[in-house]
C-alpha cells in the first residue's frame, strides 16, 4: 500500500463503525493521521485500538451530527483538516405515509445539513492550503426508488447535488470534492435487517452484499492523489445494475 498520504489529517465522520470504520482504517493504511468521529466511546476505543495496530496516528472526537451547534464545535476541535469523509449518516427506512416529521427531520440534519455544515467550516482552511479532499457517502437509493427509502434517498441526492456545486466552488483553489455512492453492504447499521437484506445482495449484478471494506476502497481511492484529476464526480461502488429481461 503507498504511503500518498503521510502527513496528512483526516476527518471521517461516523468512523466507529461499518463503512467510515474501514474507510478510516483504508487512510491510516495510506499513512493518513486520523480523526474518528462518532457517539459511542465503546465503538471508538475499538476503532481507536485497530488504527493503533497500523501504527496510525489517531484520536477520536465525539459529536451528535443531529445538532448543529455540535456540528461547529467539531469542526473547531478537528483543526487542520486535508481529508473530509462526510460518511456518518442515518437510515430508517418507511413510506411516505409513515414517515413523521421527526423523522423527515433527522435524516435532513444528519445527512445533509452535517456535511454542509462541515464543509462550509473546513474547506476554506484547505482552499488557503491549496489543497483538500473531501468525500462523501452516497448511496443507490439516491437514483433508484426504494419503497420505504424516500426521504434517505432526497438527502442522499442532495447531497450528490452538493458535491457538483462545491466542486465548481473549491476546484479552482486546488480542493477536490467527489462522493462514492455505495450498494447494500454489510454493517452494524444494517444488520438488523438480518435476511431481508441478503435479497438486496442477491439484486445486484454482483449478486451479493458489499464488505465495508469494499466501499473504503473506492473512498480512499477518491481521497488518494489517484484521483487527483476528478472532481464532482460520483462513483458508483454499487455491485453493478442487473439487465432486465
Ligand atoms: N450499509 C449500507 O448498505 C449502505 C448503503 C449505501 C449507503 N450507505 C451509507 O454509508 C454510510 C455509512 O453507513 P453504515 O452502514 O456504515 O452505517 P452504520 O453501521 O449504521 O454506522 C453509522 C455511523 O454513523 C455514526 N452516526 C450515526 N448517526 C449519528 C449522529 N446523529 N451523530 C454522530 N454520528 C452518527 C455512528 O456513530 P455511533 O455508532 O458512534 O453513534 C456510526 O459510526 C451512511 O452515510 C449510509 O447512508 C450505507
Known amino acids: 500500500m503507498p504511503h500518498d498520504l503521510a502527513g496528512q489529517t483526516a476527518l471521517v465522520t461516523g468512523a466507529t463503525a461499518g463503512i467510515g470504520?474501514?474507510?478510516?482504517l483504508a487512510l491510516a493504511a495510506r499513512g493518513a493521521d486520523l480523526i474518528v468521529h462518532g457517539r459511542d466511546e465503546r465503538?471508538?476505543?475499538?476503532?481507536?485500538?485497530?488504527l493503533a495496530d497500523l501504527g496510525a496516528k489517531a484520536r477520536f472526537e465525539p459529536a451528535d451530527l443531529s445538532d448543529p451547534a455540535q456540528v461547529n464545535a467539531l469542526a473547531e476541535r478537528a483543526g487542520r483538516v486535508d481529508?473530509?469523509?462526510?460518511?456518518?449518516?442515518?437510515f430508517h427506512f418507511a413510506r411516505t405515509a409513515d414517515t413523521t416529521p421527526a423523522a423527515f427531520d433527522a435524516h435532513i440534519a444528519v445527512n445533509l445539513r452535517a456535511p454542509y455544515l462541515l464543509v462550509q467550516a473546513l474547506a476554506p482552511g484547505m482552499a488557503a492550503r491549496g489543497h483538500g479532499a473531501v468525500v462523501n457517502v452516497s448511496s443507490?437509493?439516491?437514483r433508484t426508488p426504494g419503497l420505504g427509502s424516500g426521504v434517505y434517498g432526497a438527502t442522499k441526492a442532495a447531497l450528490e447535488s452538493l458535491t457538483r456545486v462545491w466542486a465548481a466552488e473549491y476546484?479552482?483553489?486546488g480542493v477536490r470534492v467527489n462522493a462514492v455512492a455505495s450498494g447494500p453492504t454489510r454493517t452494524e447499521g444494517t444488520a438488523v435487517h438480518g435476511e431481508a437484506?441478503?435479497?438486496a445482495g442477491r439484486a445486484v449484478a454482483l449478486q451479493?452484499?458489499?464488505?465495508?471494506?469494499e466501499i473504503a476502497g473506492a473512498i480512499a481511492f477518491m481521497a488518494s492523489a489517484d484521483a487527483s484529476y476528478v472532481n464532482g464526480a460520483t462513483l458508483d461502488a454499487m455491485g453493478g445494475l442487473p439487465a432486465l429481461g
Not at 465503538?43 to 485497530?50: V, W
Not at 481529508?83 to 442515518?90: K, Q, R, T, V
Open 21 to 24: 470504520r474501514a474507510t478510516a
Open 43 to 50: 465503538r471508538a476505543a475499538d476503532a481507536l485500538r485497530r
Open 83 to 90: 481529508i473530509l469523509i462526510n460518511n456518518a449518516g442515518i
Open 140 to 142: 443507490g437509493a439516491a
Open 171 to 173: 476546484g479552482p483553489a
Open 197 to 199: 437484506f441478503e435479497s
Open 208 to 213: 451479493r452484499l458489499a464488505d465495508p471494506e
